[in-house]
Every structure is written in C-alpha cells, then in structure tokens.
C-alpha cells in the first residue's frame, strides 16, 4: 500500500515494514532485539540512520560498530559508543572523556570542589579542604599538606609522630 500526494510517496505499507517519505528513508518494523519498543532499519542517510529529533538531535547508529547521540545542527558528535569497545564523551565536538579496557582518558583539565577518595576506601584521598589548600590523606592520616592561604609557601610532611615543615626557600 503507498499513499501519495502530489505524485510523492508519504506513507508506503508493505512486508519488510511502515515507510514514511521517500525511499531514502528506513521503515519502521516490530522490534527485533530483546530491548526497546520502535525499531527502523535500512535507508539511512550518510551512512547512519536512527531517530531525529527536529532535525537538531538524532541517536544513530552505522550498521556496523558506531552507535551514539549526535548534534545535527553543529554536525557533531556529543556521545558516540563503539560496540564491545569505548565510549566517548564530547564538548562541542572535541572529545574530553574516553573509557578504556583499564579505565577512562580525560582530555583537559579535572575540577573537583572536594576530595577524590580510592573507591571503597573512605580514608584515604587527596583534594581541596579549602581555597588554595591540598592535602594528601592516606588511612585516615594526613600525610602531605599545602597550604598557600594561610601558610604562604609552606609544605608539611607528616609523619607518625611529627610533621616536617619547609617554606619554600
């Protein structure tokens, strides 16, 4: 079944699914997979088809190994995962996080307003106690201290029983 108007065809009905529009676009089909509620496949433009919003945003994916979330005005990724493999994490269109196999690479600078802790250690960390101050805490014990606020250029080591202090000469 194909309904046409002006000698265009806008809906076509037939076994492989529901197309809207003309050829280039995919159909819509019962769900194939174990997740999800819609499905379209086949005739994707560029190279990915998948589902746009507004013609600003669409979640696509290439048919073969690239899935993700992709700016359409700006012609940018913002989020694109590799199957089996990383995923990355965009700002306008340069990327800033990358999971790995043994982790994540940050592109840029970290900005914490706190402390960073070893996961599932809560006494061990190091961070920012206050402007201009680090702190290096290892069970629970502060180790290593900088203290530009209150104590310009001092440093202190700690150890069990004392601290050492320098002042930066």
């Known amino acids: 079944i194909t309904l046409q ?4 065809s806008e809906i076509t009905v037939n076994s492989t699914g529901v197309r809207l529009g003309d050829t280039g676009n ?10 999800g509620s819609v499905q379209i496949d086949g005739g994707g433009h560029n190279g990915y088809e998948g589902y746009s919003i507004g013609g600003r945003a669409v979640f696509m994916h290439n048919n073969a190994t690239n899935m993700g979330l992709y700016d359409d005005v700006n012609n940018h990724w913002a989020i694109k995962h590799v199957f089996n493999g990383a995923t990355t994490l965009y700002h306008d269109g340069s990327s800033k ?3 790995l196999t043994n982790g994540v690479d940050i592109t840029g600078a970290i900005y914490v307003d706190s402390y960073m802790y070893h996961a599932g250690d809560t006494n061990s960390y190091l961070g920012f106690s206050a402007a ?3 702190r290096i805490v290892v069970g629970g014990r502060q180790i290593l201290r900088c203290d530009e606020g209150t104590n310009p250029d001092k440093i202190q080591f700690f150890d069990a029983n004392h601290y050492i202090d320098t002042n930066g000469t």
């Open 5 to 8: 108007t002006a000698g265009s």
């Open 26 to 35: 995919g159909y819509f089909q019962p769900v194939s997979g174990t997740y």
């Open 97 to 99: 996080l990358t999971t």
């Open 132 to 134: 201009d101050d680090f």
